[in-house]
């Protein structure tokens, strides 16, 4: 199944960039990550592995597959977590809004799930993760919450 979340960053491209671009600082702006390392490689090594231990106890270790400081963009898997998902590979790209200097922050992935679990994983991952992920970004940026 394919999830695509979207939204507005009010902050502008290199400082959205700056924030994220460092694939074990998800928690200094994800409010669902409690801490974050790095098991293997560095946080902007491709094929690097990150442990993500999650404020309800879970823990996620993902696969940094592809990063690009041209085009905004990185691309991970999930080797272990609790979700109910297999084959899942996400792509968070930021892309600049030049008239009003703000970013689009785009958060999607693919992955294949029991077909009786994809409208809660459609909540869990699009909404829950990518929206409040989104959101505890731009709340870390510039101090506002969308809601």
């Known amino acids: 199944m394919h999830v695509y979340r979207s939204m507005i960053l009010n902050a502008p491209i290199d400082a959205v960039w700056s924030a994220v671009r460092a ?5 200094q702006w994800n409010p669902g990550v409690a801490a974050a390392r790095m098991e293997t490689g560095s946080a902007t090594a491709v094929g690097s592995i990150r442990h993500l231990d999650i404020v309800d106890g879970a823990v996620f270790r993902e696969t940094l597959l592809e990063l690009s400081d041209v085009e ?14 297999q084959n899942y590979v996400s792509t968070h790209r930021f892309i600049p809004i030049t008239h009003t200097n703000q970013t689009l922050g785009v958060w999607e992935s693919r992955f ?13 991952v699009g909404d829950q993760i ?13 101090g506002e919450n969308h809601g």
Not at 23 to 27: A, E, Q, S, T, Y
Not at 72 to 85: A, R
Not at 130 to 142: K, V
């Open 23 to 27: 694939f074990d600082g998800v928690d």
């Open 130 to 142: 990518y929206i409040g992920g989104m959101t505890g970004l731009n709340t870390h940026l510039t």
């Open 72 to 85: 905004h963009f990185y691309t991970y898997d999930i080797i272990d977590s609790p979700l109910p998902v």
């Open 112 to 124: 294949d799930c029991a077909r009786d679990l994809e409208r809660d994983m459609e909540t869990i």
